[in-house]
């Protein structure tokens, strides 16, 4: 499993560099990769180079990539949360690279939730 290196933070950083957050800044979508030991353990960093990779290879400038730590539903990682503009937020579980991409492309950029994937939208849990 692919570590994360210094590179990669600094291509994040300079992603986001002048969004203040998703309200108020230019960005149309926040993905947070849930990080914590449990989520790296499960695969988080096959998700965030999986994501960063979409980012670069696409060239896209409104959606701001960060992590965070554990979620608290350890048994369901690698997880991340889709925050479109305006819409629910959704948590996305038992992540792989193919899943993520197929997130990327239908829900980050389509605007297209995926429910097969998803464990809760907003507040409310789909399984």
Same mark, same amino acid.
């Given at each position: +499993?692919?570590?994360?290196?210094? $590179?990669?933070?600094?291509?994040? %950083? &300079?992603? *986001?560099?002048?969004?203040?957050?998703?309200?108020?800044?230019?960005?149309?979508?926040?993905?947070?990769?849930?990080?914590?030991?449990?989520?790296?353990?499960? #695969?988080?960093?096959?998700? +965030?180079?999986?994501?960063?990779? /979409?980012? &670069?290879?696409?060239? *896209?400038?409104?959606?701001?990539?960060?992590?965070?730590?554990?979620?608290?539903?350890?048994?369901? &990682? =690698?997880?991340?949360?889709?925050?479109?503009? &305006?819409?629910? =937020? !959704? %948590?996305? !579980?038992?992540?792989?690279?193919?899943?993520?991409?197929?997130?990327?492309? $239908?829900?980050?950029? #389509?605007?297209?939730?995926?429910? /097969?994937?998803?464990?809760? !939208? #907003?507040? $409310?849990?789909?399984?």
């Amino acid at each position: +499993m692919a570590k994360l290196k210094v $590179e990669d933070l600094k291509r994040i %950083k &300079e992603s *986001v560099k002048g969004t203040v957050n998703l309200r108020d800044g230019a960005a149309r979508v926040k993905v947070t990769v849930h990080m914590g030991t449990c989520g790296i353990a499960a #695969g988080a960093r096959t998700v +965030m180079n999986t994501l960063l990779r /979409e980012i &670069e290879s696409r060239q *896209v400038q409104d959606v701001i990539l960060t992590s965070s730590g554990c979620a608290g539903l350890c048994s369901h &990682e =690698p997880m991340i949360t889709v925050e479109v503009k &305006e819409t629910a =937020p !959704v %948590k996305y !579980v038992k992540l792989d690279a193919d899943k993520t991409k197929r997130i990327f492309a $239908e829900h980050i950029m #389509g605007g297209k939730a995926i429910v /097969e994937y998803a464990f809760s !939208v #907003g507040s $409310e849990r789909t399984r």
